[in-house]
């Protein structure tokens, strides 16, 4: 394929902001190509096309397994919670599934502190102090006209601390995700390594047609790629290139194992 001056300057310009693989998903994307990452790259060179970055610049202020908007939200709320409540309030928030020992890692390893050190300081009161023998009220007591979850009727509809919407689906307590619910009541139970999501990315719009069962593979690159902030109009090409990718690095990794064997 002879490539058109729209095309090199495509190629000329993006090269500047996109990575290798993702310059080849997004020429393929725009043009209907079909392009190998080799090939791409043949050209640039061929054509002495530089991105004008340093070795490594690129992947400069990126994070291993969180996107910046992840990060916002883990440095927000871990004062307040712990290291195992962030990690189900982030799995929850973004679709996820980190395992506690991944947060603690990156926590650490990114300097993300709590402000928590378990010690009391001088002139600080003990939260049980002067109650020898009775117990305050605390966060979990009922108070007065309150009415506890066991008691509200099946098919109530809650919005839970993370803005997700909660249907109560049996008694005593039983309660799943609205979108959830929703998702398996017209088609049927979620694959495993599916997750249900919000297709324009607002938690309250639970229509059917607003949802979409995708494998976690591909929820976990739209998170990194930060999916959820692009333009309405442009998230069908936002979906291609995330296809693309995931697709990308299954090849790579399956010719890196038929080179092993």
Same mark, same amino acid.
């Given at each position: 394929?002879?490539?058109?001056?729209?095309?090199?300057?495509?190629?000329?310009?993006?090269?500047? @902001?996109?990575?290798?693989?993702?310059?080849?998903?997004?020429? &393929?994307?725009?043009?209907?190509?079909?392009?190998?990452?080799?090939?791409?790259?043949?050209?640039?060179?061929?054509?002495?096309?530089?991105?004008?970055?340093?070795? $490594?610049?690129?992947?400069?202020?990126?994070?291993?397994?969180?996107?910046?908007?992840?990060?916002?939200?883990?440095?927000?709320?871990?004062?307040?919670?712990?290291?195992?409540?962030?990690?189900?309030?982030?799995?929850?928030?973004?679709?996820?599934?980190?395992?506690?020992?991944?947060?603690?890692?990156? @926590?650490? &390893?990114?300097?993300?502190?709590? $402000?928590?050190?378990?010690?009391?300081?001088?002139?600080?009161?003990?939260?049980?102090?002067?109650?020898?023998?009775?117990?305050?009220?605390?966060?979990?007591?009922?108070?007065?006209?309150?009415?506890?979850?066991?008691?509200?009727? @099946?098919?109530?509809?809650?919005?839970?601390?993370?803005?997700?919407?909660?249907?109560?689906?049996?008694?005593?307590?039983?309660?799943?995700?609205?979108?959830?619910?929703?998702?398996?009541?017209?088609?049927?139970?979620?694959?495993?390594?599916?997750?249900?999501?919000?297709?324009?990315?607002?938690?309250?719009?639970?229509?059917?047609?607003?949802?979409?069962?995708?494998?976690?593979?591909?929820?976990? @690159?739209?998170?990194?790629?930060?999916?959820?902030?692009?333009?309405?109009?442009?998230?069908?090409?936002?979906?291609?290139?995330?296809?693309?990718?995931?697709?990308? $690095?299954?090849?790579?990794?399956?010719?890196?194992?038929?080179?092993?064997?």
């Amino acid at each position: 394929m002879k490539y058109t001056p729209e095309q090199l300057q495509f190629l000329k310009e993006q090269y500047r @902001v996109l990575l290798l693989d993702e310059l080849t998903a997004a020429f &393929n994307s725009k043009y209907g190509a079909s392009k190998t990452r080799t090939e791409i790259h043949s050209t640039l060179k061929n054509h002495e096309f530089t991105c004008g970055r340093r070795s $490594g610049e690129a992947n400069l202020g990126k994070y291993k397994i969180l996107n910046p908007a992840q990060v916002e939200f883990l440095r927000k709320h871990y004062p307040t919670m712990s290291r195992r409540e962030i990690t189900a309030a982030i799995n929850q928030e973004f679709g996820l599934s980190l395992k506690l020992s991944q947060i603690i890692a990156f @926590v650490k &390893n990114n300097g993300i502190k709590s $402000g928590r050190t378990g010690h009391f300081v001088p002139g600080q009161t003990s939260h049980n102090a002067g109650t020898k023998g009775l117990m305050k009220a605390n966060s979990g007591s009922f108070k007065k006209g309150q009415t506890p979850d066991n008691r509200l009727p @099946v098919g109530t509809v809650i919005v839970d601390s993370y803005g997700y919407k909660k249907i109560k689906v049996a008694d005593p307590s039983e309660w799943e995700f609205v979108h959830r619910h929703q998702w398996e009541q017209a088609h049927g139970p979620i694959p495993a390594g599916h997750a249900v999501v919000f297709a324009d990315g607002d938690k309250n719009n639970t229509a059917l047609d607003n949802l979409e069962c995708i494998p976690r593979a591909e929820l976990g @690159v739209r998170n990194k790629f930060a999916y959820g902030d692009v333009a309405e109009k442009l998230k069908p090409i936002a979906k291609t290139l995330v296809k693309l990718r995931i697709k990308t $690095g299954e090849l790579r990794r399956r010719k890196k194992s038929a080179r092993a064997a």
